[in-house]
C-alpha cells in the first residue's frame, strides 16, 4: 500500500482536527450522549482502552499508527513512561505531530513506520497501543507477530479496531480503493473472532475484551452535533468526511458494524 493513497483518505480528517482544534481522529467513547465535547470523548477511549494497563516511569510505550499524535501526548503526559514512540504510515500526520511539539524537551518521539514491520529491537517494549489503525492493514497477522516480536514477556498490546460480521460485504466495498479518493480507506476489516483467534495462535493470552459500538455511536453522534453548528459554510473542505461519519454511526447501531477493545500479554 502507497502512503499516498491512506494521505488521500485522511487529507478530510486533517482539515476537520484542525478547524475544530482536535488532537486525535478516533471515534470516541461516550458513555452518556451530550455530557461532554467530542475531544473528551476521543480521550476517554484512549483510557478505556488501556484500562488499568501498568506503565510507569521506567516503561516504554509505542503507539503504532498514532495519527496526529494526541493520543501519544495524552499517554505521555498522564504516566510520564520513560520513553514514548509514536510510529503512523502517513507522512503528513507524522510532520502535523511533530511540529506541535516541536520544541518541548519531554515529549513522544514521533516517526513514520510502517506497522508490518516494527523499528525496533526484540522484546523492546513494555505496553503497545493500537487504536482504529488496523483496520487498514493489509496483513494483520504479521502486525501481531511483530507486537509479540518487540514486547517484553508479559508486555500488553491494547488494541482497539472497528470489526465486522459481514467480512464479504465490505470486501466487495474495496472496490471504491482503486478510485484513490475521500471514499478509499484501505480497509481490511476482520470479525471480532479473527482478533480472539490471531491472539491465541500468535502467543497472547486475552487479559480483556469489550465492545462499545453503542458508545462509539453516541460520541460519533455528539461530534455530528459539534461539527453541524458551524454550519455548511464553516465545514468547507470537509464537508465529505461529515457525511461519511454519518454512515459510520448508523452501521455502529446497526450492528453492520463492531467496535472492539482488546487487551492481551504476551505469554511466551
Given at each position: 500500500m502507497r502512503p499516498q493513497s491512506l494521505e488521500v483518505f485522511y487529507e478530510p480528517n486533517l482539515r476537520l482536527a484542525k478547524s475544530r482544534g482536535l488532537l486525535g481522529y478516533n471515534a470516541?467513547?461516550?458513555?452518556?450522549?451530550?455530557?461532554?465535547?467530542?475531544?473528551?470523548?476521543?480521550?476517554?477511549?484512549?483510557?478505556?482502552l488501556l484500562g488499568d494497563v501498568e506503565i510507569g516511569p521506567q516503561s516504554t510505550v509505542l503507539d503504532v499508527g498514532c495519527g496526529i499524535g494526541g493520543p501519544s501526548e495524552w499517554i505521555f503526559n498522564r504516566y510520564r513512561p520513560a520513553?514514548?514512540?509514536?510510529?503512523?504510515?502517513?507522512?503528513?500526520?507524522?510532520?502535523?505531530?511533530?511540529?506541535?511539539?516541536?520544541g518541548r524537551s519531554l515529549r513522544p518521539i514521533f516517526m513514520r513506520?510502517?506497522?508490518?514491520?516494527?523499528?525496533?529491537?526484540?522484546?523492546?517494549?513494555?505496553?503497545?497501543?493500537?487504536?482504529?489503525?488496523?483496520?487498514?492493514?493489509?496483513?494483520?497477522?504479521?502486525?501481531?507477530?511483530?507486537?509479540?516480536?518487540?514486547?517484553?514477556?508479559?508486555?500488553?498490546?491494547?488494541?482497539?479496531?472497528?470489526?465486522?460480521?459481514?467480512?464479504?460485504?465490505?470486501?466487495?466495498l474495496g472496490v471504491l480503493n482503486r478510485l484513490n479518493s475521500q471514499l478509499s480507506t484501505q480497509?481490511?476489516?476482520?470479525?471480532?473472532?479473527?482478533?480472539?483467534?490471531?491472539?491465541?495462535?500468535?502467543?497472547?493470552?486475552?487479559?480483556?475484551?469489550?465492545?462499545?459500538?453503542?458508545?462509539?455511536?453516541d460520541s460519533l453522534q455528539d461530534g455530528l452535533t459539534e461539527i453541524s453548528h458551524g454550519g455548511w459554510r464553516g465545514a468547507r473542505g470537509y464537508r465529505g468526511r461529515f457525511f461519511y461519519l454519518q454512515f459510520i454511526e448508523m452501521l455502529l447501531r446497526r450492528d453492520w458494524l463492531t467496535y472492539d477493545l482488546f487487551a492481551v500479554a504476551k505469554h511466551r
Open positions: 470516541g467513547y461516550a458513555e452518556v450522549r451530550g455530557r461532554e465535547s467530542f475531544d473528551q470523548h476521543q480521550k476517554d477511549l484512549v483510557w478505556r520513553r514514548l514512540i509514536g510510529m503512523e504510515y502517513c507522512p503528513s500526520s507524522v510532520r502535523t505531530a511533530e511540529q506541535r511539539c516541536a513506520a510502517d506497522a508490518h514491520c516494527l523499528p525496533l529491537p526484540d522484546e523492546s517494549v513494555d505496553v503497545i497501543f493500537n487504536l482504529e489503525s488496523a483496520l487498514h492493514y493489509a496483513d494483520k497477522r504479521k502486525f501481531i507477530g511483530e507486537c509479540l516480536r518487540t514486547l517484553k514477556t508479559e508486555g500488553r498490546l491494547c488494541l482497539g479496531d472497528i470489526t465486522t460480521r459481514y467480512r464479504r460485504i465490505f470486501t466487495a480497509e481490511r476489516l476482520w470479525s471480532t473472532d479473527d482478533y480472539l483467534h490471531a491472539f491465541e495462535s500468535a502467543g497472547f493470552r486475552l487479559i480483556r475484551h469489550e465492545q462499545v459500538s453503542r458508545q462509539a455511536a
